[in-house]
T-cell receptor, first 112, second 115 residues
Framework: DGGITQSPKYLFRKEGQNVTLSCEQN?????MYWYRQDPGQGLRLIYY?????DFQKGDIAEGYSVSREKKESFPLTVTSAQKNPTAFYLC????WGTGELFFGEGSRLTVL | QQQVKQSPQSLIVQKGGISIINCAYE??????FPWYQQFPGKGPALLIA?????SEKKEGRFTISFNKSAKQFSLHIMDSQPGDSATYFC??????????????FGRGTQLTVWP
Protein backbone atom coordinates (compact mmCIF):
# COMPACT_ATOMS: atom_id res chain seq x y z
CA ASP A 1 0.00 0.00 0.00
CA GLY A 2 1.21 3.51 -0.78
CA GLY A 3 1.61 5.91 2.08
CA ILE A 4 3.74 7.74 4.58
CA THR A 5 5.48 5.87 7.37
CA GLN A 6 6.72 7.68 10.44
CA SER A 7 8.80 6.13 13.17
CA PRO A 8 8.96 5.82 16.04
CA LYS A 9 5.36 6.44 17.06
CA TYR A 10 6.39 7.35 20.61
CA LEU A 11 9.76 8.55 21.77
CA PHE A 12 11.10 9.60 25.14
CA ARG A 13 14.37 11.43 25.49
CA LYS A 14 16.30 13.26 28.11
CA GLU A 15 16.81 16.99 27.86
CA GLY A 16 19.91 17.91 25.89
CA GLN A 17 19.84 14.89 23.58
CA ASN A 18 19.37 15.11 19.83
CA VAL A 19 16.57 12.99 18.41
CA THR A 20 15.93 11.93 14.80
CA LEU A 21 12.42 11.17 13.56
CA SER A 22 12.07 9.07 10.45
CA CYS A 23 9.69 9.72 7.54
CA GLU A 24 9.46 7.50 4.46
CA GLN A 25 7.00 7.69 1.57
CA ASN A 26 6.34 5.42 -1.39
CA UNK A 27 3.89 7.72 -3.16
CA UNK A 28 6.56 9.05 -5.53
CA UNK A 29 5.83 12.58 -4.33
CA UNK A 30 8.42 15.27 -4.87
CA UNK A 31 7.45 17.46 -1.93
CA MET A 32 7.73 16.51 1.71
CA TYR A 33 6.94 18.44 4.90
CA TRP A 34 7.42 18.39 8.64
CA TYR A 35 4.79 19.94 10.90
CA ARG A 36 4.61 20.33 14.61
CA GLN A 37 1.25 20.07 16.34
CA ASP A 38 0.57 21.47 19.82
CA PRO A 39 -2.88 21.77 21.42
CA GLY A 40 -4.64 24.90 20.18
CA GLN A 41 -1.74 25.82 17.88
CA GLY A 42 -2.78 24.01 14.74
CA LEU A 43 -0.16 22.71 12.34
CA ARG A 44 3.03 24.72 12.23
CA LEU A 45 5.49 24.18 9.41
CA ILE A 46 9.03 23.29 10.45
CA TYR A 47 10.77 22.45 7.15
CA TYR A 48 9.76 21.45 3.66
CA UNK A 49 11.46 20.06 0.61
CA UNK A 50 10.31 20.33 -2.99
CA UNK A 51 13.04 18.18 -4.51
CA UNK A 52 15.91 15.95 -3.47
CA UNK A 53 18.93 17.74 -1.97
CA ASP A 54 16.95 20.92 -1.41
CA PHE A 55 14.87 22.08 1.55
CA GLN A 56 13.49 25.31 2.97
CA LYS A 57 12.83 26.59 6.46
CA GLY A 58 9.25 26.88 7.53
CA ASP A 59 7.83 29.11 10.22
CA ILE A 60 9.44 27.43 13.25
CA ALA A 61 12.72 25.94 11.99
CA GLU A 62 14.91 27.00 14.91
CA GLY A 63 16.28 24.02 16.80
CA TYR A 64 15.50 21.56 14.01
CA SER A 65 17.43 20.16 11.06
CA VAL A 66 16.53 18.00 8.06
CA SER A 67 18.09 16.26 5.10
CA ARG A 68 16.69 15.08 1.76
CA GLU A 69 19.19 12.69 0.22
CA LYS A 70 16.53 10.44 -1.28
CA LYS A 71 13.13 11.20 -2.75
CA GLU A 72 11.49 8.73 -0.38
CA SER A 73 13.03 9.94 2.85
CA PHE A 74 12.92 13.19 4.85
CA PRO A 75 14.24 12.69 8.41
CA LEU A 76 13.87 15.39 11.04
CA THR A 77 16.40 15.94 13.83
CA VAL A 78 15.22 17.71 16.94
CA THR A 79 18.36 19.20 18.38
CA SER A 80 19.19 20.18 21.93
CA ALA A 81 18.79 23.80 20.82
CA GLN A 82 15.02 23.36 20.49
CA LYS A 83 13.72 24.94 23.69
CA ASN A 84 10.41 23.12 23.93
CA PRO A 85 10.65 19.90 21.90
CA THR A 86 7.81 17.93 23.50
CA ALA A 87 5.14 17.77 20.78
CA PHE A 88 3.38 15.70 18.15
CA TYR A 89 5.33 15.71 14.87
CA LEU A 90 3.69 15.07 11.53
CA CYS A 91 5.33 14.31 8.22
CA UNK A 92 3.49 14.81 4.93
CA UNK A 93 4.06 14.58 1.22
CA UNK A 94 2.33 15.85 -1.90
CA UNK A 95 2.67 16.34 -5.58
CA TRP A 96 4.11 19.82 -5.23
CA GLY A 97 1.60 22.63 -5.21
CA THR A 98 -1.59 20.54 -5.38
CA GLY A 99 -2.56 21.31 -1.79
CA GLU A 100 -3.42 17.67 -1.20
CA LEU A 101 -1.11 16.58 1.57
CA PHE A 102 -0.83 12.97 2.64
CA PHE A 103 0.13 12.72 6.30
CA GLY A 104 1.79 10.01 8.31
CA GLU A 105 0.40 8.92 11.65
CA GLY A 106 2.78 11.11 13.57
CA SER A 107 5.52 10.75 16.16
CA ARG A 108 4.94 11.86 19.71
CA LEU A 109 8.13 13.10 21.32
CA THR A 110 8.36 13.61 25.06
CA VAL A 111 11.45 15.18 26.52
CA LEU A 112 11.94 14.45 30.19
CA GLN B 1 0.93 36.23 12.01
CA GLN B 2 -1.94 33.85 11.50
CA GLN B 3 -2.71 33.74 7.78
CA VAL B 4 -5.93 31.76 8.24
CA LYS B 5 -8.18 32.32 11.24
CA GLN B 6 -10.49 29.51 12.27
CA SER B 7 -13.41 29.46 14.68
CA PRO B 8 -14.69 28.12 16.95
CA GLN B 9 -11.86 26.35 18.72
CA SER B 10 -14.26 23.69 19.94
CA LEU B 11 -17.80 22.71 19.03
CA ILE B 12 -20.29 20.36 20.60
CA VAL B 13 -23.24 19.26 18.48
CA GLN B 14 -26.03 16.81 19.07
CA LYS B 15 -26.36 13.84 16.75
CA GLY B 16 -28.35 14.81 13.68
CA GLY B 17 -27.53 18.49 14.02
CA ILE B 18 -25.52 20.77 11.74
CA SER B 19 -21.89 21.52 12.55
CA ILE B 20 -20.51 24.78 11.18
CA ILE B 21 -16.85 25.79 11.23
CA ASN B 22 -15.70 29.13 9.88
CA CYS B 23 -12.44 30.37 8.45
CA ALA B 24 -11.25 33.76 7.26
CA TYR B 25 -8.14 34.97 5.47
CA GLU B 26 -6.55 38.28 4.60
CA UNK B 27 -4.06 37.40 1.89
CA UNK B 28 -5.60 37.47 -1.57
CA UNK B 29 -2.80 35.31 -2.94
CA UNK B 30 -4.62 32.10 -2.07
CA UNK B 31 -6.15 29.91 -4.75
CA UNK B 32 -7.23 26.64 -3.13
CA PHE B 33 -9.00 25.99 0.16
CA PRO B 34 -8.94 22.46 1.55
CA TRP B 35 -10.34 21.08 4.78
CA TYR B 36 -8.57 18.34 6.68
CA GLN B 37 -10.04 15.94 9.24
CA GLN B 38 -7.94 14.46 12.03
CA PHE B 39 -8.91 11.67 14.42
CA PRO B 40 -7.10 11.32 17.75
CA GLY B 41 -3.63 9.85 17.41
CA LYS B 42 -3.72 9.98 13.61
CA GLY B 43 -2.49 12.33 10.93
CA PRO B 44 -4.91 14.67 9.18
CA ALA B 45 -6.54 13.58 5.94
CA LEU B 46 -8.02 15.68 3.15
CA LEU B 47 -11.78 15.86 3.53
CA ILE B 48 -13.01 18.29 0.89
CA ALA B 49 -11.63 21.29 -0.98
CA UNK B 50 -12.82 24.25 -3.04
CA UNK B 51 -11.40 26.73 -5.53
CA UNK B 52 -12.34 30.42 -5.37
CA UNK B 53 -14.25 30.39 -8.65
CA UNK B 54 -16.95 28.27 -7.01
CA SER B 55 -19.22 29.42 -4.18
CA GLU B 56 -20.20 26.02 -2.86
CA LYS B 57 -19.07 22.42 -3.04
CA LYS B 58 -20.91 19.47 -1.60
CA GLU B 59 -19.70 15.94 -0.99
CA GLY B 60 -22.18 13.79 0.85
CA ARG B 61 -22.95 15.40 4.20
CA PHE B 62 -20.04 17.84 3.90
CA THR B 63 -20.39 21.23 2.22
CA ILE B 64 -17.94 24.08 1.79
CA SER B 65 -19.36 27.56 1.32
CA PHE B 66 -16.99 30.16 -0.07
CA ASN B 67 -17.42 33.94 -0.03
CA LYS B 68 -14.63 35.48 -2.06
CA SER B 69 -15.54 39.12 -1.41
CA ALA B 70 -15.65 38.55 2.35
CA LYS B 71 -12.55 36.30 2.26
CA GLN B 72 -14.38 33.68 4.27
CA PHE B 73 -15.15 30.03 3.85
CA SER B 74 -16.93 27.54 6.02
CA LEU B 75 -17.50 23.83 6.46
CA HIS B 76 -21.01 22.55 7.12
CA ILE B 77 -21.56 19.00 8.31
CA MET B 78 -25.18 18.00 7.90
CA ASP B 79 -26.77 15.27 10.02
CA SER B 80 -23.69 15.18 12.24
CA GLN B 81 -22.78 11.73 13.58
CA PRO B 82 -20.63 10.61 16.52
CA GLY B 83 -18.15 9.26 13.96
CA ASP B 84 -17.61 12.83 12.78
CA SER B 85 -16.04 13.68 16.13
CA ALA B 86 -12.56 14.84 15.16
CA THR B 87 -10.42 17.92 14.77
CA TYR B 88 -11.01 19.88 11.58
CA PHE B 89 -8.47 22.18 9.96
CA CYS B 90 -9.11 24.67 7.22
CA UNK B 91 -6.24 25.70 5.00
CA UNK B 92 -5.37 27.98 2.13
CA UNK B 93 -2.77 27.52 -0.58
CA UNK B 94 -0.56 30.39 -1.68
CA UNK B 95 -0.22 31.11 -5.38
CA UNK B 96 2.55 33.68 -5.69
CA UNK B 97 5.93 34.75 -4.44
CA UNK B 98 7.17 33.25 -1.20
CA UNK B 99 3.76 31.68 -0.51
CA UNK B 100 3.65 29.76 -3.80
CA UNK B 101 2.43 26.22 -3.24
CA UNK B 102 2.47 26.45 0.56
CA UNK B 103 -0.51 25.51 2.66
CA UNK B 104 -1.44 27.76 5.58
CA PHE B 105 -3.53 26.05 8.24
CA GLY B 106 -6.06 27.37 10.70
CA ARG B 107 -5.62 26.38 14.34
CA GLY B 108 -8.24 23.68 14.22
CA THR B 109 -11.71 23.02 15.60
CA GLN B 110 -12.35 20.09 17.89
CA LEU B 111 -15.80 18.76 17.07
CA THR B 112 -17.68 16.50 19.45
CA VAL B 113 -20.96 14.96 18.32
CA TRP B 114 -22.81 13.35 21.16
CA PRO B 115 -25.60 10.86 20.86
Amino acid sequence: DGGITQSPKYLFRKEGQNVTLSCEQNLNHDAMYWYRQDPGQGLRLIYYSQIVNDFQKGDIAEGYSVSREKKESFPLTVTSAQKNPTAFYLCASEVWGTGELFFGEGSRLTVL
Amino acid sequence: QQQVKQSPQSLIVQKGGISIINCAYENTAFDYFPWYQQFPGKGPALLIAIRPDVSEKKEGRFTISFNKSAKQFSLHIMDSQPGDSATYFCAARGNRGSTLGRLYFGRGTQLTVWP
